[in-house]
């Protein structure tokens, strides 16, 4: 049987896991680079066929419509984190072998150093699988997998989050959560707004396996609509949205993404309040793609 999040996260072992964790992908950081200030994660590639690497000054950041100087910009090497959020509500409008054949297709394209986390969520988040990069362990661990309860979308984000992903930081910066869901909330304590300042908060990046809305569009009182959750975190945090039917490519996109493309920017911010979250925009020269979370919360917390 699954254990729940709850009780696992506060067990020795995983908490010693996470610090022996932190400290392997310390090793892996990027060296001779001064990342102070406030750190963002941007995923940068070149489409002018050139070769040259990405420069700071060929990119311009914005903080609530006042420019940023740029620090450092540098490529980071680290092996990625990745959790696998499966929504296995009993409505959900799909099977679960869809479920598990979209799950396993991560299982095939990360690469060394890489790990995978799966956890499935209705009214729980649950641990199907704990941190592995083996295929196989993934496979048995997916027999687990069924249809039951609700969705509980945002408190199963903020599990991710919170006790799986954080305990490894701030040595892991290379951090995402790959959902495989229609984006439907019922009933979360978590309100929307928080988990998505929680995630830009701490860099972690939000990646969609889109299936169809099953509320078909219908208004929600304390939430975005479905599909609007979809967008608002996938662009909120510099992610992308995949439908399900693409599962192979979303998860060679994915991977190949976050092992290729990801970048560490840091900048000290002028003109701003560390008391207020900001709206950010960063742009590049011609020739240059980028993507990055579009808000940056306070750096300062009121009590």
């Given at each position: 049987?699954?254990?729940?999040?709850?009780?696992?996260m506060?067990?020795?072992?995983?908490?010693?896991?996470?610090?022996?964790?932190?400290?392997?992908?310390?090793?892996?950081?990027?060296?001779?680079?001064?990342?102070?200030?406030?750190?963002?994660?941007?995923?940068?590639?070149?489409?002018?066929?050139?070769?040259?690497?990405?420069?700071?000054?060929?990119?311009?950041?914005?903080?609530?419509?006042?420019?940023?100087?740029?620090?450092?910009?540098?490529?980071?090497?680290?092996?990625?984190?990745?959790?696998?959020?499966?929504?296995?509500?009993?409505?959900?409008?799909?099977?679960?072998?869809?479920l598990?054949?979209?799950?396993?297709?991560?299982?095939?394209?990360?690469?060394?150093?890489?790990?995978?986390?799966?956890l499935?969520?209705?009214?729980?988040?649950?641990?199907?699988?704990?941190?592995?990069?083996?295929?196989?362990?993934?496979?048995?661990?997916?027999?687990?997998?069924?249809?039951?309860?609700?969705?509980?979308?945002?408190?199963?984000?903020?599990?991710?989050?919170?006790?799986?992903?954080?305990?490894?930081?701030?040595?892991?910066?290379?951090?995402?959560?790959?959902?495989?869901g229609?984006?439907?909330?019922?009933?979360?304590?978590?309100?929307?707004?928080?988990?998505?300042?929680?995630?830009?908060?701490?860099?972690?990046?939000?990646?969609?396996?889109?299936i169809?809305?099953?509320?078909?569009?219908?208004y929600?009182?304390?939430?975005?609509?479905?599909?609007?959750?979809?967008?608002?975190?996938?662009?909120?945090?510099?992610?992308?949205?995949?439908p399900?039917?693409?599962?192979?490519?979303?998860?060679?996109?994915?991977?190949?993404?976050l092992?290729?493309?990801?970048?560490?920017?840091?900048?000290?911010?002028?003109?701003?309040?560390?008391?207020?979250?900001?709206?950010?925009?960063?742009?590049?020269?011609?020739?240059?793609?980028?993507?990055?979370?579009?808000?940056?919360?306070?750096?300062?917390?009121?009590?």
């Amino acid at each position: 049987m699954r254990s729940r999040v709850e009780k696992v996260m506060v067990s020795a072992a995983l908490v010693a896991l996470g610090t022996l964790s932190v400290t392997a992908q310390s090793r892996h950081s990027v060296r001779g680079t001064e990342l102070e200030g406030t750190i963002m994660s941007v995923t940068a590639w070149r489409n002018d066929k050139k070769t040259d690497p990405i420069k700071p000054e060929q990119l311009f950041l914005y903080e609530n419509g006042v420019e940023q100087k740029i620090k450092n910009f540098s490529y980071d090497p680290s092996p990625a984190k990745i959790v696998i959020l499966v929504d296995n509500s009993q409505t959900l409008p799909t099977d679960l072998e869809k479920l598990k054949a979209a799950t396993m297709e991560f299982a095939y394209e990360i690469f060394e150093g890489d790990q995978l986390f799966v956890l499935a969520y209705d009214e729980k988040a649950e641990i199907v699988q704990e941190w592995t990069d083996d295929a196989k362990k993934i496979e048995t661990a997916l027999t687990t997998f069924r249809k039951k309860g609700t969705p509980f979308l945002f408190d199963a984000l903020r599990s991710s989050s919170n006790e799986v992903l954080l305990p490894l930081m701030p040595g892991t910066r290379k951090t995402a959560v790959v959902v495989i869901g229609d984006g439907l909330d019922r009933g979360s304590k978590t309100k929307f707004d928080e988990i998505l300042g929680d995630l830009q908060n701490n860099n972690i990046t939000v990646y969609f396996l889109q299936i169809p809305d099953r509320s078909g569009g219908a208004y929600r009182r304390d939430a975005p609509k479905a599909a609007a959750v979809v967008t608002q975190l996938t662009e909120g945090t510099g992610g992308k949205i995949f439908p399900l039917e693409e599962a192979q490519t979303a998860a060679k996109f994915i991977c190949d993404e976050l092992r290729r493309n990801r970048y560490l920017l840091s900048y000290q911010p002028v003109n701003t309040s560390s008391y207020d979250a900001k709206r950010v925009f960063l742009t590049a020269d011609e020739g240059i793609s980028i993507r990055t979370k579009n808000a940056q919360p306070p750096n300062i917390k009121a009590n």
